[in-house]
């Protein structure tokens, strides 16, 4: 009996000393073969405190320009009341659709929502003063002696500013501190208005949902950024993937984005143009929804991919941004959004690798497939439709007007990438006293938030390894784990 149990004990240290080598080489994996998980902490205090005097520095500017500059427009409160059902959809679309839509990040899902909220708060507000700015500039009723009085119209744009961010935000998510993030909300609306003031105000283009000063700048300058910010410790990560109930949240985002976005592409239309862009970005969202399940599909191993339905069935939404309330007909919204859908989804599978790989261009979110793209179809579209409409339609520069179109997407390209180009420059060489960040801390919440209890015990490196190898099929996994547990029922019924 003695020796029964002493070999009891034996075998249960053993498999103590096990399951602590196991834990071990866990904890040893969570370093990626990389250095120290814990930061510097004399560098991360810097950039705290950095970051703490810069955001509440732009707040009392804020603040102060807002109480001497700004007052409400009371003038015409009916076309204010219209407009507010408009205004809530934006402002849903803005925090919650992006939000939870870059929430695909199976360890990054605070960071990204926080960044979101960051972003929409601080853009929006800058938003305000810098489009007032350029409005009394650009017209004769209006002075910087006189107050600015705030509509929703302005509060919309400011919106539109946000997005436009959060858009370029979407190329480098996962790859920045909260002083870097500083860098992107301070330019992009600088950028934005700038592009706003020539290609709407001074070229007079026509984009009314901005495909052309929303997507494809905010896009431009993400993917330009991108560029500075993608390196050996961000490739080939273990943290820049999804799971189960990532990818979900990642849905829902989605979700909130095709419903709404009619209101989008409608909100600063012409009432005469809203029923137009309405109608069109819905059915152009049919049409590239179709598109998508169709072309996922057959280039997927006949299967469906989960990022092609969380972001390509998106893309007619954006090919709607510039020409939503011209009148191209249901059958020409239809076909922009199924061809655009195809376009999109094919980015997915072949231009995302490509330019990870041949360009160094680490496009986390896929902002090329998902707005540039689609960004500069819907100029197309747009420069198309006002040649064929010319006869029937007025717009401000006649029968020149497409010239206009193409010129005002190249500004806004341009724009793009000058303005990643700043971003890039100063997130990498001059906030690097302040970039505490090493490869374990890419993609991961675990450096900017108190973690929860069990954030370690859904990682485990091992079963991450097994499941990444090809020739491990679900359908195999399966059977294996019903073999162990019919192999625990056995071990069950002798004790």
Same mark, same amino acid.
């Given at each position: 009996?003695?020796?029964?149990?002493?070999?009891?004990q034996a075998k249960g240290q053993a498999g103590n000393e096990s399951t602590e080598m196991s834990l071990h080489q866990k904890l040893s994996a969570l370093e990626l073969q990389g250095p120290s998980y814990e930061p510097d902490k004399h560098t991360l205090s810097m950039e705290s405190k950095f970051f703490a005097v810069v955001i509440i520095a732009a707040q009392l500017v804020f603040c102060v320009l807002f109480g001497v500059w700004f007052d409400y427009d009371l003038e015409k409160i009916g076309h204010q009341l219209e407009l507010y059902p408009y205004f809530r959809d934006v402002l849903i679309m803005v925090v919650f659709g992006f939000g939870y839509l870059? &929430? /695909?990040?199976?360890? #990054?899902?605070?960071?990204?929502v926080k960044s979101t909220f960051m972003v929409t708060v601080f853009t929006a507000q800058f938003s305000l003063l810098l489009g007032a700015f350029f409005k009394t500039i650009n017209?004769?009723?209006? &002075? /910087?002696?006189?107050? #600015?009085?705030?509509?929703?119209?302005?509060?919309?744009e400011s919106l539109f500013c946000a997005a436009t961010a959060l858009i370029a935000l979407g190329g480098i998510l996962g790859k920045y501190t909260m002083s870097q993030l500083t860098a992107l909300v301070t330019v992009v609306p600088i950028a934005f208005w700038l592009n706003a003031y020539v290609v709407v105000m001074k070229l007079e283009c026509h984009d009314v949902g901005g495909g052309m000063t929303i997507h494809t700048l905010g896009s431009a300058i993400g993917i330009t950024a991108c560029y500075f910010l993608t390196h050996e410790d961000t490739r080939e990560h273990p943290s820049r993937s999804s799971n189960y109930s990532s990818d979900l949240a990642s849905l829902?985002?989605?979700i909130f984005l095709w419903v709404l976005w009619p209101s989008f592409n409608a909100a600063v239309a012409p009432p005469a143009g809203q029923l137009i862009a309405i109608a069109n970005t819905f059915i152009s969202l049919c049409g590239s929804t179709m598109a998508t399940l169709i072309t996922s599909r057959i280039f997927s191993q006949r299967k469906f991919e989960v990022v092609h339905i969380q972001n390509s069935i998106l893309a007619g939404g954006v090919a709607m941004g510039t020409a939503g309330d011209l009148p191209i007909t249901l059958a020409g919204a239809a076909c922009t959004g199924f061809v655009t859908g195809v376009i999109s989804t094919l980015g997915y599978i072949y231009m995302t690798p490509f330019m990870s790989h041949r360009l160094n261009l680490q496009d986390i979110c896929g902002i090329t497939n998902l707005h540039f793209v689609p960004g500069v179809i819907s100029a197309i579209v747009a420069a198309i439709a006002v040649a064929a409409l010319n006869s029937s339609t007025e717009f401000p520069h006649g029968g020149a007007?497409?010239?206009?179109?193409?010129?005002?997407?190249?500004?806004s390209i341009g724009f793009g990438v000058v303005a990643g180009l700043v971003i890039g420059v100063v997130m990498k060489y001059a906030m690097r006293p302040m970039n505490w960040m090493q490869r374990v801390d890419y993609f991961n919440?675990?450096?900017?938030f108190h973690i929860p209890s069990d954030y370690d015990v859904l990682f485990d490196p091992e079963a991450e390894k097994r499941m990444a190898e090809p020739s491990v099929h679900a359908e195999t996994r399966c059977y294996e784990?019903?073999?162990?547990?019919?192999?625990?029922r056995k071990v069950s019924v002798e004790v």
């Open positions: 009996m003695d020796d029964d149990k002493s070999k009891t870059m &929430s /695909f990040l199976r360890r #990054y899902g605070f960071t990204a017209s004769d009723e209006l &002075s /910087f002696g006189n107050k #600015y009085f705030v509509s929703l119209d302005d509060l919309i829902a985002g989605t007007q497409a010239g206009f179109q193409v010129a005002g997407l190249c500004v919440d675990r450096p900017h784990l019903m073999e162990q547990d019919d192999e625990l």
